[in-house]
C-alpha cells in the first residue's frame, strides 16, 4: 500500500489527498480480486478504509482523469529516446441490466454483431521500442436520440452487369478531402484537439496541427 501511495504522490496537485487514499485502497482492491469488477466486490477487498460507501464517493468525485493519466504518465513512464504514437480505438463490454449510464447495443468485433454494454473510445499513447499501450483519454460513448432512431438499411443484392475496360463514359473526378463530419468523428476531433493542449511543450510532434487533424477527419472513413 505504501509503495502505491509512492507512486500516487505526483497526482496530487490535481486530485486531493482523502481521493488519492480512496484511489490506493482502490487500486489494491482491483489487483487482489478476479472476475467482473463492481463496487460492491472492490468494498469486500478493499478492507479497512474501502467500505461501500468510500467507494461510491469516490466514484461521485469529479476526477479530471486525462490530466491524472497524463500526469502519471509523465512521471513515471515516460522515456525521452523513445517514440510514441497515437492511437484510437473503441471498446465494447458487455453490460446485463437496463438502468446504466450509456447502456445500448453497440457492435463488438469479437463476436462480430451488436450486443448490449456499454461502449468506450480510447486514446492511448503506443511506445514503439517497449511495444506497450498507455491510455491518456478515456470517454463512455453515449449515443444520442437521432442515433437511436436511425436504423441501418437492408442492402439490396443487385446483379452487376459485366462492364468493359477503362473508364465509364461522363465519370467525373472526385474530391476525396471532403469529408463529411458525423457525430463520431467530432466527438473523435474534439478529443484529439483536448489530447494535443494537455501534451503540448512536452512531447514533440512530428505531424503539425492541421495534419493531424486532416488525419482525425478521415480516421474513420478508412475503418
Known sequence: MFD????????????????????????????????RVTML????????GGSYRT????????????????????????CPNDVYLLAGDEV????????TYGLDR??????S?????????TLSLVSVQQR??????????????IEKSIVSPIPEVKSQAKRGRGRP???????????????????????INELFKLIANFIPRILDHAIAIKISKNMLTYN
Do not use: Y
Open 41 to 48: 466486490g472492490i468494498s469486500r477487498w478493499a478492507g479497512t
Open 4 to 35: 502505491i501511495l509512492t507512486l500516487l504522490q505526483c497526482l496530487l496537485p490535481e486530485i486531493k489527498v482523502t481521493t488519492m487514499r480512496q484511489l490506493s485502497q482502490i487500486i489494491m482492491a482491483m489487483l487482489a480480486m478476479s472476475g
Open 92 to 99: 465494447v463490454i458487455s453490460k446485463a441490466g437496463k438502468k
Open 169 to 191: 463514359k461522363g465519370s467525373k473526378n472526385k474530391n476525396k478531402q471532403e469529408v463529411i463530419f458525423t457525430s463520431e468523428l467530432l466527438k473523435i476531433q474534439k478529443m
Open 132 to 145: 506497450h499501450s498507455f491510455p491518456i483519454q478515456i470517454e463512455q460513448v453515449i449515443k444520442s436520440d
Open 106 to 111: 453497440f457492435f463488438s468485433s469479437l463476436i
Open 55 to 78: 467507494v461510491m464517493r469516490f466514484f461521485g468525485t469529479v476526477i479530471p482523469w486525462a490530466t491524472v493519466f497524463w500526469v502519471f504518465f509523465r512521471r513515471h513512464l515516460f
Open 113 to 121: 454483431k451488436p450486443i448490449s454494454g456499454l461502449s468506450f473510445f
